[in-house]
T-cell receptor
Framework: NAGVTQTPKFQVLKTGQSMTLQCAQDMNHEYMSWYRQDPGMGLRLIHYSVGAGITDQGEVPNGYNVSRSTTEDFPLRLLSAAPSQTSVYFC???????????FGEGSWLTVV | DAKTTQPPSMDCAEGRAANLPCNHSTISGNEYVYWYRQIHSQGPQYIIHGLKNNETNEMASLIITEDRKSSTLILPHATLRDTAVYYCIVRLPPQRDSSYKLIFGSGTRLLVRP
């Protein structure tokens, strides 16, 4: 059981480039979300989804797009990367009524 | 969601109990207390949660005061692997709030000394 899988684990981008962080879960969870964590700080919610075809904004959505075409996948897109988006990104999921949120191992993104 | 207050850092000796406090004086009647921890910048790991009764699982115990304005996470026999940042989070249960928001504060950095 792989749980929540994120790729890539490390990425360096130039300012203005675009990229997609991939997230997949194999637990048939309805709820998925993306957080970012800056040095010395707690996680902040970027976007979340309560099911396939449904997404909504979190605390810090600007500069990021998401889609949820399947239950398993929830990719995070950076359309035009900025140095302020240098951070560690975590994907998470949980079942409809589950209290436990499962996090991926993180994706380290540096924008130069 | 209610705001929580935690000490920025604590330490304890290996094998001893680690008691991590959390203040959530503005908690509402329907909100639960959740604890997560994050080891070495890995993804956060769920530890335990509770509403008003004390809770215990294989990882920890959660003691919630009668007025629910504060709680304590207890690691009964701390090991070096318990060194991590511990987050206390207050929110509605998923059945009441599907927005999925976990509001992470700065947490408590626990150092377990050999």
């Amino acid at each position: 059981n792989a749980g929540v899988t994120q790729t890539p684990k490390f990425q360096v981008l130039k300012t203005g480039q675009s990229m997609t962080l991939q997230c997949a879960q194999d637990m048939n969870h309805e709820y998925m979300s993306w957080y970012r964590q800056d040095p010395g700080m707690g996680l902040r919610l970027i976007h979340y989804s309560v099911g396939a075809g449904i997404t909504d904004q979190g605390e810090v959505p600007n500069g990021y797009n998401v889609s949820r075409s399947t239950t398993e996948d929830f990719p995070l897109r950076l359309l035009s990367a900025a140095p302020s988006q240098t951070s560690v990104y975590f994907c998470a999921s949980r079942g409809a009524t589950g209290n436990t949120i499962y996090f991926g191992e993180g994706s380290w993104l540096t924008v130069v | 969601d209610a705001k929580t207050t935690q000490p920025p850092s604590m330490d304890c000796a290996e094998g001893r109990a680690a008691n991590l406090p959390c203040n959530h004086s503005t908690i509402s009647g329907n909100e639960y207390v959740y604890w997560y921890r994050q080891i070495h910048s890995q993804g956060p790991q769920y530890i335990i949660h509770g509403l008003k009764n004390n809770e215990t699982n294989e990882m920890a115990s959660l003691i919630i005061t009668e007025d629910r304005k504060s709680s304590t996470l207890i690691l009964p026999h701390a090991t070096l692997r318990d060194t991590a940042v511990y987050y206390c989070i207050v929110r509605l249960p998923p059945q009441r709030d599907s927005s999925y928001k976990l509001i992470f504060g700065s947490g408590t950095r626990l150092l377990v000394r050999p």
